[in-house]
C-alpha cells in the first residue's frame, strides 16, 4: 500500500491531539506505519519558525510577515519530511496543513486567496492531502476549552471575531473539497468524536485497500459524501 497523508484540521479547543491519538491506534490496529507531524514545524527549522509565530514580539506582526513564516516552515515539512515518507510507503498523519492558512490568515486576517494561492505554487505546487478531517465548533466553545489548558498564545487571542471568519472559511473548504475531506461535529461527547474519527478513518483505509487489490497503478479513490458514518455531515 502507497503512503497516504491525512490532516486534521480544527479552531483551537476542537480536540485535535484526541483525533490524532484514534488516528494513531486505527492504523496500527490496520498494521501500516506511520509517522505523525504538526503544523507549523515538524522539522527543527520549522519548529524554530513555530515559536517565531506564536510568541509575543512586543511589537506588531504585519499579516505578510506571519503568512510567510507560516509557508517558510510547511515547505520544510513537506519537502524534508512528509514527501520522503510517503514515497517509502509511510502514511503521514498531520496536525494542520494548508487549510490552517487559508482558513486563519485567508479567512481570519482576510489575506487575498490569490495570495496564498501563489505561496502554495512557489512552496508545495499541486502537493495536497489524500484525506483531510475537519473537527467542527462553535469558536466560543472552543476558545474556552483552549483557556481551561493554560494561557492563551498570540494567535489565539486574536478574539472570537477572528475564529468566526476562520471557521467560516473552513466550512467553505469542506464544501469545496467534499470528495476528500470529512467534517465532524466536535461539540458532541469526546466518546461519540472519537468513535466518528475512527469509522471514517476505517472505511478510508478500506477504499486504499480495495483500489490497491483491483488498480495498483491508478488514481487513488477518496471517501465521499455517501461513505462518511452517521453523524458526521461532508
Known amino acids: 500500500m502507497t503512503g497516504k497523508f491525512i490532516v486534521i484540521e480544527g479552531l483551537e479547543g476542537a480536540g485535535k491531539s484526541s483525533a490524532i491519538a484514534i ?6 490496529a490496520a498494521d501500516i506505519d506511520f509517522i505523525t ?17 506564536k510568541q509575543d514580539w512586543q511589537e506588531p506582526i504585519a499579516q505578510s510577515t506571519e503568512l510567510l513564516l507560516m509557508y517558510a ?11 520522503p515518507e510517503l514515497a517509502r510507503g509511510t502514511w503521514v498523519i498531520a496536525d494542520r496543513h494548508d487549510w490552517s492558512s ?24 499541486e502537493f495536497e492531502p489524500d484525506f483531510t478531517i475537519y473537527l467542527d465548533i462553535d469558536p466560543k466553545i472552543g476558545l474556552a476549552r483552549a483557556a481551561s489548558r493554560g494561557a492563551l498564545d498570540r494567535i489565539e487571542l486574536a478574539g472570537e471575531a477572528f475564529f468566526a471568519r476562520c471557521r467560516e472559511m473552513y466550512l467553505q473548504l469542506v464544501r469545496t473539497n467534499a470528495s476528500k475531506s470529512v467534517l ?16 471514517v478513518v476505517e472505511q478510508f483505509i478500506a477504499t486504499q485497500t480495495i483500489n490497491n487489490a483491483a488498480e495498483p497503478h491508478s488514481t487513488t479513490p477518496h471517501l465521499t459524501a455517501d461513505e462518511t458514518p452517521k453523524g458526521s455531515v461532508c
Request: hydrophobic letters at 40%; a negative charge.
Open 73 to 83: 516552515a510547511r515547505s520544510q515539512l513537506v519537502n524534508n519530511i512528509i514527501k
Open 37 to 53: 507531524t504538526r503544523e507549523p514545524g515538524g522539522t527543527p527549522m520549522a519548529e524554530a519558525i513555530r515559536e517565531c509565530v
Open 184 to 199: 465532524i461535529n466536535a461539540e458532541q461527547a469526546m466518546a461519540k468524536v472519537q468513535a466518528d474519527v475512527q469509522s
Open 102 to 125: 487559508i482558513a486563519y490568515q485567508g479567512g481570519g486576517r482576510e489575506i487575498d486567496l490569490a495570495d496564498l494561492s501563489a505561496l502554495k505554487q512557489i512552496t508545495m505546487g
Open 23 to 28: 488516528i494513531k491506534e486505527t492504523l496500527a
